[in-house]
Every structure is written in structure tokens, then in C-alpha cells.
């Protein structure tokens, strides 16, 4: 193995040598990034908010059509919007993003809110 070595570094000579090596390791890194895209490090779109039950509904409304009853789940949370009556003596509903569902949680089912701005 170190004859293999030595031999390496005559034919190509200590400081290419030196040189070479981090050049190749940063040529395959930017390789890899190019190659799997899914390996980067992507941020949340939103601050998240905990929901121990609550319906995701269409607009702002207790009135409104229910998308989907969610349990136990962190939601993105975009924004906040005083619509109708949500039954917690409050018109305040935030803006939620679960997972393909885009609709609106009454405040009062979200606990973890995060601080965010009006729509």
C-alpha cells in the first residue's frame, strides 16, 4: 500500500497531489447535490401550531363545510383572519396548511400558536 502511494505521489507530484483531493471531493459533492436534490435540507413553509382535535373548514365559519377533522397533529400556520363566530367567544380563525388541505382552524383548537400575521 505504500509503495502504491509513493508511486501516486511521483507521478503526480506532492502539491498536485495536495491540491487534487479537495477539488475531487468538492466536484462530487456539488455531483451528489445535483443528483439528489431530496438529500438537501428543506425549511417549513409556515410556523407550526399543535391541534389536539379540530375541523378544517372550507372559510372562516363555524357554519362552514368541515374539509377534515384533525387529531393530534402539527399544522402549518400562515396567518390569521377574524371571520364569523369560531365557539370560543372569539371571531379569530387561523389560515392551515395540512398536507394538501388548505382551509381554516378555529384559534381555539390550536394551542402551540405560533406567531404569525394577519392574512
Not at 479537495?22 to 439528489?36: D, G, K, M, N
Not at 397533529?73 to 372569539?90: K, R
Request: with cysteine.
Amino acid at each position: 500500500m505504500a509503495v502504491g502511494l509513493a508511486a501516486a505521489l511521483t507521478l503526480v507530484g506532492p502539491a498536485q497531489a495536495a491540491t487534487s483531493v479537495p477539488e475531487t471531493q468538492q466536484s462530487l459533492a456539488t455531483t451528489a447535490s445535483a443528483v439528489r436534490p431530496d438529500t438537501a435540507v428543506k425549511p417549513l413553509a409556515y410556523p407550526r401550531g399543535y391541534v389536539t382535535e379540530g375541523n378544517l373548514r372550507r372559510n372562516p365559519n363555524l357554519g362552514a363545510e368541515k374539509i377534515v377533522t384533525i387529531y393530534n397533529q402539527w399544522v402549518e400556520i400562515s396567518c390569521w383572519i377574524d371571520g364569523g363566530p369560531n365557539g370560543f367567544g372569539s371571531n379569530r380563525w387561523f389560515k392551515a396548511h395540512y398536507y394538501s388541505h388548505v382551509g381554516y382552524l378555529s384559534s381555539g383548537v390550536v394551542s402551540s400558536q405560533p406567531s404569525v400575521g394577519a392574512c
